[in-house]
């Protein structure tokens, strides 16, 4: 089996450590039992991510009772009212923190109040305050948001552009001459998988393997999955082997299946403005990302198979209902188009 990026994996996991120790050094001392409590039941990025939203939270009630946040102690959270966490929730939904302007929609939230659950709970189950306040505060309602892709006439157009450099400016032309066989296999990689963007960032050559179009991906939690593709992707990626053969500067020991101008892994933040560089050109009115590819393949796999265990699977959700939620609303394709299958007076069936 392919060697896989634990290198890079390993590097991410210690720069996202860092930036937790960063932040909780910014929150009241007491919520560093809280992070240590939770260790062993969460990843760093999920700490991470908690620890930012509560950051918010703690700055939100830092200025309404006129406390810096270091100052604040645990006695304070028994102090803090629901009709507090309430304003916190309709605060958020357009603030300013640390110089910068924010806006939260019903899921952000709905994620912030949930990271302030999860600290009220430990502490009141420690003991350590008397009531959990912030489990009386209701959930936001959530609407289901429509599905953000790319129809099958921008595909095309996307990778054409990737192709032909259509659409660039100067400047950007410049660029895309050195870039554009590793952009097209890139997109194309993207849109014919559904991968994230992170398991993109962290493929290696060796995770490659061209004679059954197959790849080897880190899922989510560090499960070791194989992916298949068309022999579609696989032309594109085998442009992409050959081109980056030839890059002189390259060193022999760089693992990464995909590098940058400056011959080293390509990062997300790379990635990020790749997609939307030309995406801007064939779908300005979208607000396309690389989850936004994801969710395009999705689609189409969903359209194709009418299966939706299938489309869980190959997006690596681990919760059925993630899948549903997102493609439900396709359910109603899938039906029209199954009924027309149905013929009765002109069925070969006996």
Not at 42 to 49: E, G, I, K, Q, Y
Request: contains cysteine; proline residues 2%; glycine residues 4%.
């Amino acid at each position: 089996m392919a060697k896989l990026s634990d290198d890079y994996f390993t590097e991410r996991k210690i720069l996202t450590i860092n930036k937790l120790n960063k932040t909780i050094s910014q929150l009241p001392a007491f919520m560093r039992e809280y992070f240590l409590g939770i260790e062993t039941r969460t990843s760093p990025l999920t700490r991470l991510n908690y620890a930012m939203d509560i950051a918010i939270f703690f700055d939100f009630i830092s200025n309404k009772y006129d406390v810096a946040v270091k100052d604040i102690d645990i006695k304070m959270l028994d102090k803090i009212t629901a009709f507090d966490i309430e304003q916190f929730l309709s605060y958020i939904t357009s603030f300013e923190y640390k110089g910068v302007h924010h806006t939260c929609d019903e899921r952000a939230k709905a994620r912030k109040l949930a990271a302030v659950r999860s600290m009220y709970k430990y502490f009141f189950n420690k003991n350590l305050i008397i009531a959990n306040t912030a489990a009386k505060v209701a959930t936001p309602k959530l609407h289901d948001k429509e599905i953000i892709r790319l129809e099958n006439n921008e595909i095309k157009s996307l990778l054409y552009s990737a192709e032909t450099g259509s659409g660039l400016t100067k400047h950007q032309l410049a660029y895309q001459k050195n870039t554009q066989v590793r952009d097209v296999a890139l997109l194309t990689l993207f849109l014919g998988t559904g991968i994230r963007i992170s398991e993109l960032v962290g493929l290696n050559v060796t995770d490659i393997f061209l004679t059954n179009n197959s790849f080897i991906v880190t899922r989510k939690g560090g499960n070791r999955t194989i992916l298949y593709y068309t022999d579609e992707v696989k032309a594109e990626l085998v442009r992409w082997l050959e081109a980056r053969k030839k890059i002189e500067t390259l060193p022999k020991d760089e693992p990464a299946l995909f590098v940058s101008l400056q011959n080293k892994r390509i990062s997300v933040r790379a990635v990020q403005e790749l997609v939307k560089k030309y995406a801007k050109i064939v779908s300005p009115l979208k607000h396309i990302t690389p989850h936004k590819l994801r969710s395009t393949f999705g689609t189409k796999l969903y359209r194709e198979t009418g299966d939706i265990y299938v489309v869980a699977d190959y997006l690596g959700h681990k919760d059925i209902n993630t899948t549903k939620r997102h493609y439900a609303a396709m359910s109603e394709d899938i039906r029209r188009k199954a009924i027309k299958t149905i013929n009765l007076k002109n069925s070969d069936e006996n």
